[in-house]
């Protein structure tokens, strides 16, 4: 029996979450025993709950192909969640519904722990009314923060992203130094993990570098940091600073320290002016930056590696369907660190739903400043290859998609 | 008769000013019968001054060439302008010391419209005391304010960076407005002349896009700047602003109106959390950027074009010197716009020293937020091509130099 395929991409996009749904796409239409139409919610369960679904069998294969090396997401996201049943049984009837309207018999939620709350949440209403629907997530974090899993499609091209605009901002630093900016500041995302500020290690060899990671594990004390500071810059010249968003003082993230003994008065926000405000006054000539959504929007620059896993979790989701499991998540199994060997295999969604991991213990250096050996031996793997998009004109080319709702079968549903 | 070559890099250095100095390096090593050794100083004027000089014959052939795809200032770059004659005459007499006691007959300065003058005062010098010392600037400036030349080596790779990265986010930002982010600022470099931001626009194709650019020729007016705003949200569901830092109100830059009617209250620096502040109070959720030396060292994005002009701008110099040219700054000369093709000249010293242009008016879109199809016809050529440097192990590999001192000949000297 032939039902129909309904993805969904959901939380912050990611430059690979576009090759997960191109994964899921081309992977379905091998299956023309298993499933009929795929289609796509607009802005993930909002689209479902709206009953705005793309009719992706009108794209020309050519542009969904093209998903693989188009950042953001192609179908638009949302930052929501669904109730639960108790208090929002009217979003559960409404689901419902919608799958039933369009036979939907899979449904792919695409996203990070939040998300897999979300779609854990519609498995379990499925299973308790004995709904004949297959709920499988894809993951998706730039937060490198699912359990599980051993990376999440995203985190490895931000990674790769960061060390190696922390590697080229280096040597800008290191010959200007002399007469100019001897501190460089970059704020990454980031609020409750270090992930990213801890890719940052990547971009230099060796323990004994000019680079001090500020991760939102550990809690930043300012005299600390500036005697840290002030040994690395008098050791090479320069030094680099890179700070997750998240970073914590005195209980509370800096950025909302207002009117701290730290920070002195109120600040529009953003934790890099912060520290570059403490940094000049203590003497050191600053730049900062703030990298935000380029970070994760930068498909320019991602890792192949990355890529291929975010590809190959869309089209493993399609295969477990296929098998017929549900309630689960595509997790990634390494398998050998070098040469790095991974395989795909399914958690349970409780497992992993609403869950969010900080790096652990034994990947930050005992000074609380870098990462250490092992950190670098996990990370590595994740950053390799390259896998440039198409440019044209000098700029890269991305999907192009027509975005045409199926024709709507039920009356219109607030939210 | 033989005499040395010294090279020297000053000012903000640019993704492709290495591209330069091996240029220079390698064609300097083609005349053998005009050129004996080549020396860089290190940090520009002040390690001529100094006698701080590499001894590039030295170096490993493989490691220069990598340098045509290294960022940053492989010998250091200074901040530093000399004196003139009149009031630093001790400078001066330095310099011709350095000069004769390393033998050197040819100066190669690479930098903007102040290094120029630093140049233009050399070469002064020179021909007033009848020293014979041929003077040739090399051109480079991400701002691409020099006079007399097509572009500035180092703007199109900034050009191509923010272009491609604006085209990028703006997928992200259209994935997440429904429920998110609605506005984007970016802040770009460009104190006086808004001509990186004016690159953002070749980010989308025709007028109607949701992009704002400010550019540092147009007096912000918070009022203006806030209807387009709200026009291009209501159309687009978002909008990018691209703001150069440089940006005026009131007279005076945006980022100095502390405690002014516009933004209320005293803040760190930043522009882009100034303007985020604005766009927030007017009910826009908000992102910003900054991404400061990130712009200018990201190699991994240049354009071909930019970094074939640069390395051609080098090797035009020794050209140049070898004829017997001196005083002169090479210029780049186009003669077609579709293709482009360019030819390299060589305009006087002072016509270009010290000399910053804006953003011609005729760039300019009528309502002061875009770029013109003119400005487009003159951009586009020059963030053409790809130029990727190698990747080894996940990350771009750079050149690695010696950097060894050539002995010093003269006693140390205060600068």
Not at 277 to 300: C, E, N
């Amino acid at each position: 029996m032939v039902h129909n395929i309904l993805y969904a991409q959901s939380g912050g996009v990611t430059a690979v979450i576009n090759a997960s749904a191109c994964g899921v796409i081309e992977t379905a239409r091998r299956f023309p025993q298993k499933f009929g139409k795929v289609f796509a919610a607009q802005e993930g369960i909002l689209g479902v709950l709206r009953e705005q679904l793309y009719d992706l069998s009108v794209e020309d294969p050519a542009q969904i192909a093209m998903l693989r090396h188009t950042p953001g997401g192609a179908f638009g996201s949302c930052r929501m969640d669904i109730g639960s049943p108790d208090t929002h049984p009217e979003q559960y009837a409404r689901l419902v519904d919608v799958f039933k309207a369009h036979d939907i018999g899979t449904f792919f939620y695409n996203g990070g722990g939040g998300s897999m709350l979300t779609a854990a949440k519609v498995a379990r209403f499925a299973r308790a009314h004995g709904l004949d629907l297959t709920v499988i997530g894809v993951p998706k974090t730039i937060d490198n923060d699912l359990s599980l899993t051993d990376t999440s499609p995203g985190f490895g091209s931000v990674a790769k992203y960061i060390a190696t605009s922390v590697r080229e901002v280096s040597l800008d630093l290191a010959a200007m130094c002399g007469t100019s900016t001897k501190v460089f500041i970059l704020e990454v995302m980031g609020r409750h993990a270090g992930w990213l500020a801890a890719a940052a290690g990547l971009a230099f060899e060796g323990d004994d570098t000019p680079l001090l990671i500020l991760m939102a594990e550990i809690e930043f004390e300012p005299q600390r940091f500036l005697a840290a500071l002030h040994d690395k810059v008098a050791q090479h010249g320069w030094c680099v600073v890179v700070a997750a968003e998240g970073l914590m003082c005195n209980g509370q993230f800096c950025t909302l320290a207002a009117e701290s003994e730290i920070f002195g008065h109120e600040q529009l926000g953003g934790l890099a002016p912060l520290l570059a405000k403490l940094t000049r006054d203590a003497g050191y000539k600053t730049h900062w930056a703030v990298s935000d959504y380029f970070q994760r929007s930068a498909r320019h620059l991602s890792s192949r590696v990355d890529v291929e896993q975010a590809y190959a979790c869309g089209a493993a989701a399609v295969s477990l369907a296929a098998k017929g499991k549900t309630d689960v998540m595509v997790a990634i199994r390494r398998t050998s660190d070098v040469p790095y060997l991974w395989t795909l295999d399914a958690v349970h969604l409780d497992q992993v739903a609403d869950i969010e991991l900080p790096v652990p213990a034994e990947y930050i250096r005992a000074d609380g400043f870098g990462i250490t050996q092992a950190a670098r031996h996990y990370m590595l793997p994740l950053i390799q290859g390259e896998d440039s998009p198409p440019f044209r004109d000098g700029l890269p080319v991305f999907a192009k998609l027509k975005l045409q709702y199926t024709p709507a079968k039920l009356p219109p549903f607030e939210v």
